[in-house]
């Protein structure tokens, strides 16, 4: 039976990375707070206490910390003509569930994008024409600035505790750093954490080639740190259990590190977690939303829970998927090209190569998420997409993140999968390879989008949301002008042997390996409502009182990890209802 | 004869006299220290503060009960004593006591109706309060708290500590001085004003001082040499704040306050009861206060301010857990294995997060049970205004043996520079059947 919660002013839905910002920042405001969290509670200790997190086969094999797919997931068809099949079995991407969401279980690299990709379709007609834009292709502008968002991206670092060089601060290039990101108004909050060898060699190689190497940016602490929430890292151990773990040693950026116990003291917030929001109620005008509807898996019953303002701070998937099930912009129809909500879904394109080397030891059990050396001379603002024939970048990396025995066992292909030859084969190259990947960007299609699945339902009687994707040739073209220019720049550490892993023509999505975790788009922020579903503060254009978080909002995606961008876009949008919308509540455009 | 025996029978008759005037002759009760102003009225908030400054709240409540409500058993050597109910409650509570009666219960330890309180109540030390104090907190207690019927349990020692009226003799040996507080001529004001909270309301020497053959507080102001040089509280050890190598001395004055606010700072971090203390008292105290208080202590401990850090020396510990041999005893791997992601093979862990081992007085106190204590069942640090993180260490009783942990500890008391006796199995096995907080 429903049951109705007292009214509060804001209602949070997840409470991950953007659900901790929004919390904090509103709170600051007076306002009564609630955040829902499909998942369970979670902190450190006990939850990600040493020894029992770093056990691999648990969380990086049966992938203890990610949503089960019997309870959550998706289906997926390559196009309109295949028939989608749920994601039985997580592979491709990795959604996470409990408190804290992805941002326990990442990685660490944080980025900004570059200039030319805040107004991509805009750079793109400018310097060669719309003609070389593909005619499926749908890319966009952010529509808002670099300049505008930089404060935002500077507090996020801040707040998260992001260690890097920088290499340009207000436009002054500092050797050593990323000459070409865009301007930083200051340094990273810490120094860049130290590099394994492998980021070292590659750094060698990739300056002897022309190129800028400079230690990847990440929210891996490399000393104690204090942010201005008075939250604390400590300087991290390289253990190597970033990815899929969550961090033992308060030295991984996550909301429980940088957050949510400075939130919890603040008696106007409260969260409530195994409360998984079925959909967003609105007023009978419909133009505005009235609070939300969840199930409470604790007393199994409905609860409304009324309130004036809905942050969606869900995983992107659940963001999108929440829409479509609340009737939250018009749903995207591909046949038409009208509708936003599902629109613009993109992912990334990665490839890379590894490298053997019979006499080097790497000592891949050191090593951090974020680690190693990276280089930019490949980004988007690099690259001139007219001669070269593709729009796109990516930024690459060497840099071990660890040596774990079940899934970091880098063989030289051919060698035996099972038994005796495979033994001899660990036994010879274990700790005897490296990688350099290329991270690229994806670009938006017609045909890549998001909407309701027709067959399958939820164990809660939700029809799941359908993924319709497939890689493009554009992103491809990208992908193997990385391959031709990072084959030389292999090739010159004189490997034993080397072996390449970049997608080629007429590859088709595979959902079993695991690609990334970066999903976006499907709730694209825009300046026009016709393409997009968000305006630039975020909010819903069709319903001013919900805002819309998270990597949804991505026109298409950038060529780095999204978590930077997320959180820069997330304090944007937090300063917009704080300093304008609360006063007077409008459609803020 | 006849006349001896008759001086002995007015010896004795005498002496039962005396006895039943010891016994049943109402005390004399102090009277305020300063005679104040008729119309003084407190400040608002400062009898909360003053609350807070005399942690009146950790005693008198029990976890999770209502505040003030009492019931919760302090553990002595002679028995539980348990804490009586403060709120304004007329029938259960204070709710009838006038100001003179509150003032006789903090400076003479004794109840309206002249019961003796046990020393539990650190009257010793609330004996120093000044009467705008006394005020402020009798007119918080009647007038702020929440009223609460709760008959707690009735505290009953084994012979002869039943006999309340002993503790009158007591406290001529404890609590004789003039009351109230009297600063120090050719000091300032912040050491003053430190000494009033350290000596007064704070009690810190009802921990921190040794007690003397009466278990009264050997020193309950700096003019007494033992005064802070270190005490025991059910067992563990309350550091030294005066001596060589205290906190004190090692430690600047921000360092210190920065402890006192927050329970941790650059060097380590509140354990246990000192945990409690910032959580339920000081980290309420003002910026301004919790300076005073660490000036105060830096003073009277002769600390002078390091102009800066000693030099890094590689130690001897950090040289083989560095090269961690094959061979390296059972200790060292221990601490390799468990807790050297934290706080690294110099010993020095992080600032505000990881607390050094190298010099931590929690690691080399004379007691070893508040060092097995936290290597058996972890240690969580209070959320504080200015550091909300409620930071964990993990236990590890799940983990490790008691021969382990002996070895462990054992290693932690010897390495780096560490000088302290070594820890057996037993002692381990002591602290782990102890029943949980």
Not at chain 1, 358 to 371: L, Q, R, S, V, Y
Not at chain 2, 257 to 271: D, E, I
Not at chain 2, 313 to 324: D, G, H, N, Q, S
Request: proline share 6%.
């Amino acid at each position: 039976m429903a049951r109705t919660e007292k009214k509060k002013d804001v209602v949070i839905v997840g409470l991950g990375w953007t659900g901790s910002i929004l919390g904090m920042e509103l709170a600051q405001d007076g306002l009564e707070i609630v955040a829902l969290e499909r998942g369970h509670d979670q902190d450190t200790v006990p939850n990600f206490q040493y020894p029992n997190m770093i056990d691999e086969l648990k969380y990086g094999v049966r992938l203890g910390m990610m949503q089960k797919p019997h309870n959550s997931t998706v289906t997926i068809r390559r196009d309109v003509n295949e028939t989608a099949l749920p994601y039985r079995s997580l592979g491709s991407f990795l959604p996470g569930i409990g408190v804290g969401g992805a941002g326990t279980h990442w990685n660490g690299l944080n980025w900004r994008p570059q200039l030319s990709e805040y107004r991509l379709r805009s750079y793109v007609e400018e310097r060669w024409g719309a003609g070389i834009i593909p005619e499926d292709m749908q890319i966009q502008d952010y529509p808002v600035t670099y300049d505008e968002l930089e404060p935002f991206f500077d507090r996020f670092e801040h707040v998260a505790g992001i260690s890097g060089m920088a290499g340009n601060v207000k436009g002054k290039i500092i050797e050593g750093g990323n000459p070409f990101e865009a301007p930083r108004s200051r340094e990273y909050p810490m120094p860049a954490m130290p590099t394994t060898w492998d980021g070292a060699k590659f750094a060698e190689a990739a300056r002897a080639a022309g190129c800028h190497p400079f230690p990847s940016p990440g929210g891996i602490a490399s000393q104690a740190y204090v942010n201005e929430y008075g939250m604390q890292m400590g300087p991290c151990n390289h253990c190597g259990f970033c990815e899929r773990y969550g961090c033992y040693n308060y030295s991984k950026s996550s909301p429980q590190t940088a957050i949510l116990d400075a939130l919890k003291r603040k008696p106007n917030f409260e969260y409530r977690t195994q409360a998984d929001v079925l959909r967003v109620e609105m007023a009978a005008d419909g133009k505005t939303a009235t609070g939300v509807t969840y199930y409470d898996y604790k007393t199994g019953e409905e609860v409304f829970q009324p309130a004036d303002l809905v942050i969606l701070a869900a995983y992107q998937l659940h963001n999108v998927h929440l829409m479509l099930l609340s009737g939250i912009g018009q749903p995207y129809d591909p046949a038409t090209g009208e509708g936003v909500t599902g629109r613009n879904y993109a992912y990334q394109m990665n490839g890379g190569y590894t490298l053997f080397f019979k006499d080097e030891h790497f000592n891949p059990f050191i090593g951090t998420g974020a680690n190693g050396m990276s280089i930019d001379d490949f980004g988007m603002d690099n690259i001139d997409f007219g001669r070269e024939g593709f729009i796109g970048g990516a930024y690459w990396r060497s840099g071990q993140t660890n040596g774990q025995p079940i899934r970091s066992m880098s063989l030289p292909k051919g060698s035996p999968s099972w038994g005796a030859g495979w033994k001899q084969a660990v036994g010879e190259w274990y700790g005897h390879s490296m990688n350099i990947g290329s991270h690229g960007s994806h670009m938006s299609y017609r045909g890549n989008f998001l909407d309701l699945d027709p067959t399958y339902k939820d164990p809660l009687g939700r029809p799941l949301m359908r993924m319709t994707f497939n890689w493009n040739p554009n992103d491809i073209r990208m992908t193997q002008f990385m391959k031709s220019k990072m084959e030389p720049i292999a090739a010159s550490m004189n490997p034993t042997s080397m072996q390449e892993g970049f997608k080629k023509e007429g590859a088709m999505y595979d959902v079993r390996p695991y690609q990334t975790t970066h999903n976006v788009g499907g709730s694209v922020m825009g300046a026009d409502p016709k393409t997009s579903a968000v305006n630039r503060y975020l909010q819903a254009w069709d319903k001013h009182n919900i805002f819309v978080l998270g990597a949804g909002a991505f026109p298409q995606n950038t060529q780095y990890n999204p978590t930077g961008m997320v959180g820069g876009l997330a304090y944007w949008a937090a300063h917009a209802i704080r300093t304008d919308y609360l006063r007077n509540p409008r459609p803020l455009v | 004869m006849k006349k001896l025996i008759r001086v002995l029978g007015v010896l004795v008759v005498l002496g039962i006299v005396a006895l039943l005037a010891f016994i049943f002759v109402p005390v004399q009760r102090t009277g305020p220290a300063t005679q104040l102003a008729a119309d003084f009225k407190p400040a608002k908030g400062q009898g909360e503060y003053v609350m807070r400054a005399g942690d009146c709240l950790a005693c008198h409540t029990t976890e999770g009960g209502k505040p003030f409500a009492g019931g919760r058993a302090i553990q002595s050597p002679m028995g539980a004593i348990w804490t009586t109910n403060i709120t304004p409650d007329k029938e259960t509570g204070i709710g009838n006591w006038t100001l003179d009666d509150f003032r006789a219960a903090l400076y003479d330890g004794v109840t309206p109706n002249g019961t003796h309180l046990y020393p539990a109540m650190p009257y010793e030390n609330y004996r120093k309060m000044s009467e705008e104090d006394i005020v402020a907190l009798y007119d918080y207690f009647m007038n702020e708290v929440e009223p609460v019927s709760n008959k707690v349990e009735e505290t009953k020692l084994a012979f002869p500590f039943n006999l309340r009226f002993g503790l009158r003799a007591w406290n001529w040996l404890a609590a004789n001085y003039e009351p109230g507080f009297k600063p120090v001529q050719g000091q300032d004001e912040q050491f003053n004003r430190g000494k009033y909270l350290v000596e007064g309301a704070g009690h810190c020497a009802a921990c921190h001082s040794p007690r003397n053959l009466f278990m009264a507080q050997d020193g309950i102001d700096d003019t007494s040499k033992a005064f802070l040089t270190g005490g025991e509280i059910d067992g563990y050890s309350a550091p030294d704040l005066r001596g060589n190598n205290s906190a004190s001395q090692k430690w600047t004055t921000e360092q210190m306050a920065a402890y006192l606010s927050t329970a941790r700072n650059a060097h380590s971090t509140a354990t246990g009861e000192m945990m409690l203390v910032v959580r339920d008292s000081l980290q309420y105290m003002t910026k301004e206060d919790n300076m005073a208080i660490a000036t105060y202590l830096k003073t009277i401990s002769g600390g002078q301010l390091l102009k800066q850090a000693p030099p890094i020396e590689v130690t001897e510990t950090e040289k083989m857990l560095t090269e961690a041999k094959a061979d390296m005893p059972l200790g060292p791997r221990l601490y390799l294995d468990n807790c050297g992601g934290c706080h690294f093979v110099t010993g020095k862990g992080a600032p505000e997060i990881f607390p050094e081992l190298d010099g931590n007085s929690l690691v080399t106190a004379k007691s070893p049970k508040g060092l097995i204590s936290v290597i058996l069942h972890g240690a969580e640090l209070p959320s504080t205004a200015d550091r909300p993180m409620k930071l964990r260490m993990q236990g590890y009783d799940n983990r490790l043996s008691d021969e382990e942990i002996s070895a462990l500890a054992t290693f932690l008391r010897e390495g780096w520079n560490n000088q302290a006796p070594a820890v057996s199995a037993a002692d381990v096995k002591a602290v782990r059947d102890l029943p949980k907080h």
